[in-house]
């Protein structure tokens, strides 16, 4: 797993295969397939691996609008440390383990603040959705730089809006707050999401 997580990082999910894998390892390529029936079984367990995020536990303490940010900041972190995996995230469906344990985890939250089910559920899609858009966003970027520069890049802020002021007024006079950093950026934007959720 941590071989075909680095061979990932390095090439990309697109340029993955059994071979390359067998390759790094300097070993058979179906040497691979005694741990995995398919290449797919492989990127699935990586997806999960990710979704997981590491060793870091879901977050638990007395105060369910910090502990439901500090579940989709995981997230977001966990799917940036692998920026050539995140877009596997969307494309494979949601029925792994670490996806339902995260998924749950953030829903308790919802309902010990005292939502009701609908209402809940369609705040936990919208900061789903949100965390899933921004991160992609950021981690299209890191890809990029890991092509340009291999391993280890670090991709830049989310370019800046700069409307002429005569044509887009409204956009021009939010354009210099876009310019904040991607992780400040994300955390005002889930904020927004939870200011009315009841502590």
Not at 108 to 126: E, I, K
Not at 152 to 174: F, I, K, N, Q, T
């Amino acid at each position: 797993m941590a071989a075909a997580m680095e061979v990932v990082d390095t090439n990309g999910a697109g340029a993955f295969s059994m071979r390359a894998l067998g390759g790094f390892l300097d070993c058979d390529p179906t040497a691979m397939y005694r741990h995995f029936a398919t290449k797919n079984a492989l990127l699935d367990a990586l997806v999960d691996s990710v979704i997981r995020g590491g060793a870091a536990d879901l977050p638990e303490t007395d105060d369910p609008r910090a502990d439901i940010r500090a579940n989709f900041r995981q997230l977001r972190r966990s799917l940036l440390a692998h920026p050539t995996l995140a877009p596997l995230v969307l494309r494979r469906p949601p029925g792994m383990g670490a996806y339902w344990e995260r998924s749950d985890h953030a829903v308790a939250q919802l309902h010990r603040a005292g939502m009701d089910p609908a209402d809940a559920a369609n705040v936990y899609q919208t900061l789903l959705f949100y965390t899933l858009g921004h991160t992609l966003s950021e981690a299209r970027q890191l890809a990029r730089a890991v092509e340009k520069e291999g391993a280890g890049a670090r991709g830049g802020p989310v370019a800046a809006v700069r409307p002429p002021a005569e044509l887009h007024p409204d956009l021009s006079d939010v354009a210099p707050h876009l310019r904040e950093g991607n992780e400040t950026q994300f955390l005002a934007g889930l904020d927004l999401i939870l200011r009315d959720l009841p502590r």
